[in-house]
Antibody, heavy 125, light 107 residues
Framework: QVQLQQWGAGLLKPSETLSLTCGVY????????WSWIRQSPGKGLEWIAE???????NTNPSLGSRVTISEDTSENQFSLKLSSVTAADTAVYFC???????????????????WGQGILVTVSS | EIVVTQSPATLSVSPGERATLSCRAS??????LAWYQQKPGQAPRVLIY???TRATGIPDRFTGSESGTEFTLTISSLQSEDFAVYYC?????????FGQGTKVEVK
């Protein structure tokens, strides 16, 4: 049974960098795409970024250049960094898996079949 | 960015009754829409993908359908475990986006 387990700092001050990691257990890491999604009361579910099984990445333009997603295939883990956080970044952050769609040389998104348990990240001075 | 709009925000239904949830997309999704169920303190769980394909292990009382840019999730006979929040998710193109959710509550 595939399990995604996430960890990282849950309390940050404004301007700090959010750093989260998601470990994948009980299933293959290669061949899948890995995403970060957040959920806040004001904005609902928001997709943040994805890394595909060729190492390519896509990020939500609404977050601009603050987002970095990376993977460590040797550890079956992937990570999120979000810089210059503000109170608006307070949310529950989820990691998730999808199979991705590969068409005409490009990757496209797909639905999420496994999710991590979520981690609350609060930004407060 | 593709916008997906869910309605209603809250749906009050009695156990055993049918629930009909809607999701409207701002453009054609080529059937690339999924439905998720979320209970308090849990991650979302996929119910339907490809607009109408039930995910593994999902009971057949959950049915997805589409007509153009309108998508519908129907729960034929609500069970106690079905009272939750439901989200639609478009994955036709980047950035993938979610609806604001429909809360199905006990009437």
């Amino acid at each position: 049974q595939v399990q995604l387990q996430q960890w990282g700092a849950g309390l940050l001050k404004p301007s700090e960098t959010l750093s989260l990691t998601c470990g994948v257990y009980g299933g293959s890491f290669s061949g899948y795409c890995w995403s970060w999604i957040r959920q806040s009361p004001g904005k609902g579910l928001e997709w943040i970024a994805e890394i595909n099984h060729r190492g390519g990445t896509n990020t939500n333009p609404s977050l601009g250049s603050r987002v970095t997603i990376s993977e460590d295939t040797s550890e079956n883990q992937f990570s999120l960094k979000l810089s210059s956080v503000t109170a608006a970044d307070t949310a529950v952050y989820f990691c998730a898996r999808s199979r991705g769609r590969y068409r005409a040389g490009n990757f496209y998104p797909y639905y999420f079949d496994y999710w991590g348990q979520g981690i609350l990240v609060t930004v407060s001075s | 960015e593709i916008v997906v709009t869910q309605s209603p925000a809250t749906l009050s239904v009695s156990p055993g009754e049918r629930a009909t949830l809607s999701c409207r997309a701002s453009q054609n999704l080529n059937s690339n829409l999924a439905w998720y169920q979320q209970k308090p303190g849990q991650a979302p769980r996929v119910l339907i993908y490809g607009a109408s394909t039930r995910a593994t292990g999902i009971p057949d009382r959950f049915t997805g359908s589409e007509s153009g840019t309108e998508f519908t999730l129907t729960i034929s006979s609500l069970q106690s475990e079905d009272f939750a929040v439901y989200y639609c998710h478009q994955y036709d193109n980047w950035p993938e986006t979610f609806g604001q959710g429909t809360k199905v509550e006990v009437k």
